[in-house]
């Protein structure tokens, strides 16, 4: 489990794929625990929040197509930021 790094550092150690997506957006991590997922829409209002401690995806097929923000949440507090694309 990753401890003490910083925003940027974490974001590194996550990936979410596929970029841009249609349907459902997976999110995989190279040993870092997430506890919460809130997606953001372009202009920043939040459109959903997803409990990841039972899941590594989030369902985004309500959305419609734009550019979106995820912010990944540790249990610790740690946040990692990634833009991605709906198609």
Known sequence: IC??????????????????VNDKL????KDVVLSQGSVF????SSVMTV?????SSIETIQLPS???F???????GGKAHIKFVKE
Do not use: H, R
Request: no cysteine.
């Open 3 to 20: 401890a003490g790094l910083n925003d940027v550092q974490l974001a590194e150690l996550i990936s979410v794929y596929p970029n841009p």
């Open 26 to 29: 997976y999110i995989q991590t």
């Open 41 to 44: 829409n372009s202009q920043g």
């Open 51 to 55: 409990d990841l401690t039972e899941t």
């Open 66 to 68: 734009g550019i979106y």
């Open 70 to 76: 995820i912010t990944l949440t540790k249990p610790s």
